[in-house]
């Protein structure tokens, strides 16, 4: 199975959004996290129905993101969520999900989401990415400090693409997420299929 989680981002895909998500999980990547951050709760959850049943489909893994309360409606496995949004969860919400993941930004927060009971993190940004312009990566070794304090797998996120990939699984992580790059490439297969190769 391949270690790249595939982030969706709607505003960067070339042509259509759910033609592109049908290659993305035909193509077998670890997830999709549907990361739609523009939308709200009612636009999401209709967008989420879609999205789950194209990867249903391809038995490919859908992350829903953000919303708990539309995840559970729609009887959703897996869900991906801001430390500050799963701080606020309960235990009763927590078990309709059998994958949790968060996103963390220090090593602090890597230790509060797996003491919150994540099965995953993803950590960022790694390197300088054109999402979080002006804002510098913060580099392997702080990736490194975050695998090393936690015993989930965690994901590099931020400006990862083919040629560092194998930097950041060197340095402890269990893969990376991606955003733009399969978003917007030509050739979803070759594209994924170019981080296996330099590994």
Do not use: W
């Not at 989680?5 to 505003?11: A, D, M, Q």
């Not at 989401?113 to 990566?137: M, N, Q, R, W």
């Not at 070794?141 to 989930?152: E, M, P, R, T």
């Not at 893969?175 to 994924?192: E, K, P, W």
């Amino acid at each position: 199975m391949s270690d790249i989680i595939c982030v969706t981002n709607r505003g960067l895909c070339s042509g259509n959004f759910l033609t592109r998500i049908e290659k993305i999980a035909k193509a077998k990547p670890k997830a999709i996290i549907l990361r739609e951050k523009d939308l709200n709760k009612e636009d999401y959850k209709i967008l989420a129905l879609k999205v789950m049943e194209i990867c249903r489909k391809y038995d490919t893994p859908c992350i829903l993101h953000n919303f708990a309360d539309v995840a559970i409606e729609l009887k959703a496995e897996f869900i991906h969520l801001p430390l500050h949004i799963l701080q606020k969860m309960s235990d009763s919400e927590k078990v309709h999900f059998s994958v949790i993941g968060a996103s963390c930004h220090s090593v602090d927060d890597a230790i509060e989401a797996e003491k919150l009971g994540c099965s995953y993190i993803t950590v960022g940004h790694i390197f300088d990415t054109e999402c979080k312009k002006g804002i510098a990566g913060r580099g392997l070794d702080f990736l490194k400090d975050v695998c090393n304090s936690v015993s989930i797998p965690a994901y590099a996120i931020g400006g990862i693409d083919k040629i560092n990939f194998a930097d950041v699984c060197k340095v402890g992580a269990n893969g990376a997420c991606i955003m733009s790059g399969i978003m917007r490439c030509d050739d979803v297969n070759m594209y994924l299929e170019g981080f296996q190769d330099e590994v």
